[in-house]
């Protein structure tokens, strides 16, 4: 059973540029969670998605950034118009049910705005 | 909100000894503590869960403590290896009332165990 994927795992962006993120859970899973570790920081949440459905998503900035698990294939993070600021490790999480079990985390994608 | 502190920051110890990590937090209303280590430029590895009704874990030599009524989780790691070198993280998942199961991550534990 693989583990968590995420690619890429190293992004470079130009300021103003999309970056696209992917996170493929763990099989059977039907949770995904998706942090943000700036640099010097600790890992902050941003958003829990189910398949199709948003759940939460109280840690996302509210402009520039989206996040979709659809029915079929990965789970997206999407960053429109990057700035310096964004450059950060951004993680993904899966779990089978809810957070009340282990939460098994990827290995990140390392984004550079330049 | 719920705010994780993890004491000390950063620690370095003799190979052997035992050592124990601390995390606290300030909403008691969690559905359960983990700790997970990070190694440099890695992702996360999870070491142990320890739900609301539980006390404690072990794995190895490994063991976390939860304490509800303080706020507190310790992680002990006994007869420290180089090889346990790495971040500890701590992190309680609340639930939010907004459905938020996401977990709120203290800053961590840089672990250095000297051969």
């Known amino acids: 059973n693989a583990g968590v994927m995420q690619n890429p795992r190293h992004l470079v962006r130009r300021r103003g540029q999309e970056a696209r993120l992917r996170c493929s859970p763990m099989k059977g899973h039907s949770h995904v969670y998706w942090y943000r570790q700036l640099p010097e920081e600790g890992l902050k949440f941003m958003v829990y998605?189910?398949?199709?459905?948003?759940?939460?998503e109280s840690g996302m900035p509210k402009e520039r950034f989206s996040a979709e698990f659809p029915k079929e294939g990965p789970s997206i993070l999407r960053i429109q118009q990057v700035v310096r600021g964004d450059s950060a490790a951004y993680f993904c999480?899966?779990?089978?049910?809810?957070?009340?079990?282990?939460?098994?985390f990827g290995p990140g994608t390392r984004l550079l705005v330049l | 909100k719920q705010e994780v502190t993890q004491i000390p920051a950063a620690l370095s110890v003799p190979e052997g000894e035992n050592l124990v990590l601390n995390c606290s937090f300030t909403d008691s209303a969690i559905y359960n503590l983990q700790w997970f280590r990070q190694d440099p430029g890695k992702g996360l590895t999870s070491l142990l869960l320890i739900q609301s009704s539980q006390r404690e874990q072990t794995s190895g030599r490994l063991n976390a403590s939860l304490d509800k009524s303080s706020g507190r989780s310790t992680l002990y790691i006994a007869a420290s290896q180089p090889g346990d070198s790495a971040t500890y993280l701590c992190a309680a998942s609340v639930y939010s009332g907004g459905g938020a199961d996401g977990l709120t991550f203290g800053k961590g534990t840089h672990l250095i165990i000297q051969p």
């Open positions: 998605l189910q398949k199709e459905n948003i759940i939460d």
């Open positions: 999480a899966s779990s089978p049910r809810t957070s009340e079990e282990t939460q098994y």
